[in-house]
C-alpha cells in the first residue's frame, strides 16, 4: 500500500488566503520529497522539493515543511490565486534494489479557490 | 530543452481490442522512463519502470506490458484490454544523474467500453 497520506482530501480557500496541504509519509528512511500540481486532464507539474536534511524550503509563493519527528510534510502556497486549483501531491523517493528514481505518490488533495 | 510527448491524447476503444501508447522524450539521454495508471480521482499507481533498452521492471501483475524498443521511446501495451484498464495514463522521465524529480507527459485518457 502507499505509505504516503494525506489528511484532508479536499481543501477549500477564500482567493487571497493562504493554502496548507498536509502529507504524512511513514518511511523514515525516505531522503527525498517533492510537491506536484495536477490541473484537470494534465500531467502533474513539479511545485517544490526538499531533501531530508532540510526542514524547510521557500518557493515562489510556495513554502514546504518537512517535519521528520513526526513524520510530516506540508506545502503552504501565499495568497491563493483561482489558478492555484488543482490537485497536490506530495511523493517521497524510495531507491530500492537498483531501481533509482522511483517514487511514491500520495492520493491528493484537491484545492478549490473561492473568488 | 527536454520535452516529453505522449499520443494519442485520448483513446476509446473496446474491451478485448489491442493498445498500443507512446511516450517520446526528447532533449535527454540515457534517461529512466516510467508508466503510471491514474483511475478518475485518485493517486498515482507506477506500472512500469526502465533504466535502459530493454531493461523493464513492472510494479503490479496486470494484462499491460510495456517495451522500450530505443533509449528514448517507452511503449505500454495489451493485447487485449479490460474494463478495469481505463484510466488516465502518464508517462515520466528522470535523468540517471539526478535520479529525484520526475518529469511528466500530457497524459493519454484511456476509456475501454
Known amino acids: 500500500g502507499e505509505s504516503v497520506g494525506l489528511h484532508l482530501p479536499t481543501l477549500s480557500v477564500q482567493e487571497g488566503d493562504n493554502s496548507i496541504i498536509n502529507c504524512a509519509y511513514s518511511n523514515s528512511a525516505s531522503d527525498y520529497f517533492i510537491w506536484y500540481k495536477q490541473e484537470s486532464g494534465k500531467g502533474p507539474q513539479f511545485i517544490i522539493d526538499?531533501?531530508?536534511?532540510?526542514d524547510k524550503r521557500q518557493g515562489q509563493r510556495v513554502t514546504v515543511l518537512l517535519n521528520k519527528t513526526v513524520k510530516h510534510l506540508s506545502l503552504q502556497i501565499a495568497a491563493t490565486q483561482p489558478g492555484d486549483s488543482a490537485v497536490y501531491f506530495c511523493?517521497?523517493?524510495?531507491?530500492?534494489?537498483?531501481?533509482?528514481?522511483?517514487?511514491?505518490f500520495g492520493k491528493g488533495t484537491k484545492l478549490s479557490v473561492k473568488p | 530543452s527536454q520535452t516529453i510527448h505522449q499520443w494519442p491524447a485520448t483513446l476509446v476503444q473496446p474491451v478485448g481490442s489491442p493498445l498500443s501508447l507512446e511516450c517520446t522524450v526528447e532533449g535527454t539521454s540515457n534517461p529512466n522512463l516510467y508508466w503510471y495508471r491514474q483511475a478518475a480521482g485518485r493517486g498515482l499507481q507506477l506500472l512500469f519502470y526502465?533504466?535502459?533498452?530493454?531493461?523493464i521492471s513492472s510494479e503490479v501483475p496486470q494484462n499491460l506490458s510495456a517495451s522500450r524498443p530505443q533509449d528514448r521511446q517507452f511503449i505500454l501495451s495489451s493485447k487485449k484490454l479490460l474494463l478495469s484498464d481505463s484510466g488516465f495514463y502518464l508517462c515520466a522521465w528522470n535523468s540517471r544523474l539526478l535520479s529525484y524529480e520526475q518529469y511528466f507527459g500530457p497524459g493519454t485518457r484511456l476509456t475501454v467500453t
Open positions: 526538499i531533501r531530508s536534511n532540510m
Open positions: 526502465s533504466v535502459g533498452i530493454g531493461q
Open positions: 511523493a517521497e523517493n524510495r531507491n530500492y534494489g537498483g531501481s533509482q528514481g522511483n517514487l511514491i
